[in-house]
């Protein structure tokens, strides 16, 4: 691959979520993309909102750029995908890891989708596979296939940087579960190494921050080399079968994320509602003793 620029990254914070979208920005042709959008979901009402995808909207269009992508790490579990109004509002092509796939074959069953929902990741516009090549205006963006969070989970490394989603957190932080269904913790400690094998000055942009005891502020970025030295979970020298039993034992004591139900079920779909009945109202289910 070819020597390309590195991006200009803008980050919107979510607090009630605890969630990072990533605005991703080619300043020499002013192509972007978003990466990991929010739609803003009050759970007690089941009522949404779109304040947080308009704040990215509007400095897309403030900035004169022109939306190429709209790209998901993979299908949150804590919050719903902005994916579709963006693309109403902007237009860009959609973009998943291809096992996306597993992920609706598994979570379809638990949520009786029946076989009018497909299977094959047709929602989504891409369906990227491991080592893709792609283009955000004049930079190159790469694919690595990171599970163990989900089986569906990718990393994007553009120029300097690398869109990480949750499989790293902040070194105080640690790392991503990997309980749900579909997930794996050795799996997951694999992913992790081929991230810490990205030069140390890589830049890694994550999905969320928790603000740890001790720490004040919220951070969503970090780069390689601290993520080796001090990650609590995964640091130098941490061993397979060693991250295996923390991870193990650590995800046994959570419990599951607020909004896990209307987030897959949703986000799976490309973030598209379940279709309106006939008077036009939208229900989604709630599937009991399955998750």
């Known amino acids: 691959m070819t020597q390309s620029p590195n991006p200009k990254v803008h980050s919107f914070f979510d607090e009630?979520?605890?969630?990072?979208?990533?605005?991703?920005?080619?300043?020499?042709?002013?192509?972007?993309?978003?990466?990991d959008s929010i739609l803003d979901y009050d759970a007690a009402a089941s009522h949404t909102d779109t304040h947080s995808a308009d704040a990215i909207i509007a400095h897309?269009?403030?900035?004169?750029l022109k939306l190429e992508w709209i790209l998901e790490t993979h299908v949150h579990a804590d919050h719903l995908s902005a994916a579709p109004y963006i693309q109403e509002k902007l237009g860009g092509k959609l973009g998943i890891g291809e096992n996306i796939s597993i992920v609706q074959d598994t979570f379809g069953k638990i949520f009786n989708e029946g076989s009018e929902f497909q299977r094959a990741g047709s929602q989504f516009d891409r369906l990227f596979?491991?080592?893709?090549?792609?283009?955000?205006?004049?930079?190159?963006?790469?694919?690595?296939?990171?599970?163990g969070h989900t089986p569906a989970y990718i990393t994007f490394v553009i120029g300097d940087?690398?869109?990480?989603?949750?499989?790293?957190?902040?070194?105080?932080?640690?790392?991503?579960?990997?309980?749900?269904?579909?997930?794996?913790?050795?799996?997951?400690?694999?992913?992790?190494q081929k991230?810490?094998?990205?030069?140390?000055?890589?830049?890694?942009?994550?999905?969320?921050?928790?603000?740890?005891s001790g720490r004040n502020e919220y951070v969503?970025?970090?780069?390689?080399?601290?993520?080796?030295?001090?990650?609590?979970?995964?640091?130098?020298?941490?061993?397979?079968?060693?991250?295996?039993?923390?991870?193990?034992?650590?995800d046994a004591t959570l419990g599951a994320p607020k909004l896990i139900i209307p987030s897959i079920q949703v986000n799976m779909n490309a973030?598209?509602?379940?279709?309106?009945?006939?008077?036009?109202?939208?229900?989604?289910?709630?599937?009991?003793?399955?998750l």
């Open 16 to 35: 009630p979520t605890n969630a990072v979208s990533h605005l991703v920005v080619d300043e020499a042709t002013k192509s972007c993309a978003v990466i």
């Open 195 to 212: 991230v810490l094998a990205l030069p140390p000055q890589t830049r890694l942009f994550l999905c969320h921050d928790y603000k740890p």
């Open 220 to 250: 969503w970025e970090t780069t390689v080399a601290p993520e080796r030295q001090g990650n609590v979970h995964a640091h130098a020298g941490i061993g397979e079968d060693e991250f295996v039993k923390m991870r193990t034992e650590r």
């Open 60 to 64: 897309i269009r403030s900035s004169g």
């Open 129 to 147: 596979k491991d080592g893709d090549i792609f283009k955000i205006g004049s930079l190159n963006a790469r694919v690595m296939h990171t599970p």
């Open 271 to 290: 973030g598209h509602f379940p279709a309106a009945d006939g008077q036009g109202n939208v229900f989604l289910k709630v599937p009991v003793n399955k």
């Open 161 to 192: 940087t690398a869109f990480v989603g949750d499989t790293l957190f902040m070194p105080d932080y640690g790392t991503a579960r990997a309980d749900f269904p579909g997930g794996d913790a050795r799996q997951l400690y694999r992913s992790i």
